[in-house]
């Protein structure tokens, strides 16, 4: 099991060479912070404390299916791109990656404005399908949550080029980061074959 830790003991050291947070650093993992909550409250409200909006295009009833097409296309990505650093190729790695992030922003812009006029989904299956589908669900959203600030922690290593770190980061960041995108498209489905 990997264990990634910002902090170790006293006077906020790190496991890499032992050295405190910069300023720049704490700033950038404050900004995330910020950011990671704003992102989930807002969604929670969005889902389970507003009322749909009234009169919602008929476009907008497509949009579950683009999502479920973002995700896919997002878990296609990582896993080009864990394959390429793999394979030592860092400026394809670097494409792929920002190109799956670029995806999941996509999928956010979409995801917000189907619920924003559509409200939240019900589940209508019954029996021994219902368990399977919730444990699903709850996994999908815990990672999601959790996938949130792993996924800008590690793209704010890469950027300023602190690529130790970013190697131990993304070791965590990538499998959440898969599971949240094919749960996504596995959700999209029992939905599909068991709205209420």
Do not use: C
Not at 16 to 36: M, N, T, W, Y
């Amino acid at each position: 099991m990997v264990r990634v830790r910002l902090y170790r003991g006293k006077g906020g050291r790190e496991p890499d060479g032992g050295r405190k947070l910069s300023g720049v650093e704490r700033r950038a993992f404050g900004v995330i912070g910020v950011v990671s909550v704003t992102v989930v409250a807002f969604l929670f409200w969005l889902l389970y404390f507003r009322e749909a909006a009234a009169n919602a295009p008929a476009w907008t009833s497509a949009l579950p299916a683009v999502n479920a097409g973002l995700n896919f296309t997002s878990a296609v990505l990582l896993v080009a791109g864990r394959l390429a650093i793999r394979a030592g190729r860092r400026e394809l790695h670097m494409k792929l990656m920002l190109s799956a992030v670029s995806v999941a922003g996509l999928f956010l812009a979409s995801y917000i404005t189907y619920h924003h006029f559509h409200g939240d989904t019900r589940f209508g299956g019954q029996g021994l399908i219902r368990p399977v589908y919730f444990f699903i669900l709850i996994t999908h959203i815990t990672g999601s949550i959790v996938a949130i600030p792993l996924v800008l922690t590690t793209l704010f290593f890469a950027g300023t080029k602190r690529f130790e770190r970013h190697r131990k980061i993304a070791r965590v960041t990538f499998p959440v980061w898969l599971y949240v995108s094919v749960t996504g498209v596995a959700v999209f489905f029992f939905l599909k074959l068991w709205s209420s």
